[in-house]
């Protein structure tokens, strides 16, 4: 009897290691994918993706290095960000349950977790060739090194700082084997830089307290919340009309293509620019999601339409 209890206890006691072992890896894998900011560096790899496939057509295993390369490196360059800002981001609602901040892990880790990300996404980039590289290493330079601290000393950081999200699909088109100065992956960078400036703007509409609150200056500082409204809605439109140079610049083919750029665009005008709604925290949070649906619709369409 004895033997079978002991027997027991060791069954028990290994289901108990492999639960706990589970439990560990789950949770560090949750905060890890909260300090690299998973849903935006996911985003980026899929930038990169479609830059790829709109020069190659096809989906192969450069397609994949550069992707993971993007994905680690936009992961390190996150998680490096949390770091620099997570002063701020404890004293802002929105975001002082970060990882660091909310004392989950330690500013160490985040830097360790930053360096090897960045060095693992650098080696698997100088495989996508050196044009790929370069500007990767330039884009990581250019969020942390310039977007990051300018943000602390001009509300219009986001303008230079939308480069950063311009970027990505030139990766993937270099990766390719295209010109960066394309017309055609300028075009798509020229989209996605626009788009950023309306997306950030719309959080400040949102959360613009949280921001003065942790010392950030926002355009509040200079504009009243009407004209903050108005020059974001101007920059929404300014986005919907960039989508229409695609056409011009060879970036889409097909008459189906050219109307569904029309009828987004026309969509997503009527639901942000021309909406009655009360202008309240929810109302600026749906059409956050509104242009970000947008984008995403254009993505899909210009890489279904080189993949078939």
Do not use: C
């Amino acid at each position: 009897m004895s033997v079978n209890v002991t027997t027991n206890q060791i069954e028990n006691g290994n289901i108990e290691t492999v639960k706990s072992f589970f439990q560990t890896f789950v949770k560090h894998k949750n905060i890890l994918m909260e300090l690299t900011k998973f849903k935006i560096t996911f985003f980026v790899s899929v930038t990169t993706t479609v830059g790829f496939i709109l020069f190659d057509g096809k989906i192969n295993f450069e397609l994949l290095i550069v992707t993971v390369g993007v994905l680690f490196l936009a992961s390190g360059a996150s998680a490096f960000n949390e770091y620099q800002e997570r002063n701020i981001d404890g004293k802002m609602e929105r975001t002082n349950s970060r990882p660091i901040p909310s004392g989950r892990i330690s500013s160490n880790y985040a830097i360790i977790s930053s360096i090897i990300l960045i060095l693992f996404g650098t080696v698997v980039l100088f495989f996508s060739g050196m044009n790929s590289l370069l500007l990767g290493i330039f884009t990581l330079l250019w969020y942390n090194a310039v977007y990051t601290p300018l943000k602390l000393i001009s509300p219009f950081a986001i303008i230079p700082g939308s480069l950063v999200g311009a970027l990505p699909p030139m990766i993937g088109w270099a990766a390719a084997g295209g010109e960066i100065f394309d017309i055609k992956i300028l075009s798509l960078a020229g989209f996605l830089f626009i788009w950023q400036i309306p997306h950030f703007w719309l959080l400040i509409l949102m959360y613009d307290d949280q921001y003065k609150k942790a010392g950030i200056p926002t355009l509040s500082n200079i504009f009243t919340f009407l004209q903050i409204k108005n020059i974001t809605y101007f920059w929404i439109v300014i986005l919907v009309l960039a989508s229409f140079t695609f056409p011009i610049a060879n970036l889409s083919l097909s008459i189906l293509s050219n109307i569904l750029f029309i009828v987004f665009g026309i969509l997503t005008f009527f639901a942000t620019v021309m909406s009655k709604q009360n202008h309240t925290k929810e109302n600026f949070r749906n059409k956050f999601m509104i242009i970000n649906l947008y984008v995403l619709s254009i993505l899909l369409l210009i890489t279904t339409e080189s993949l078939f």
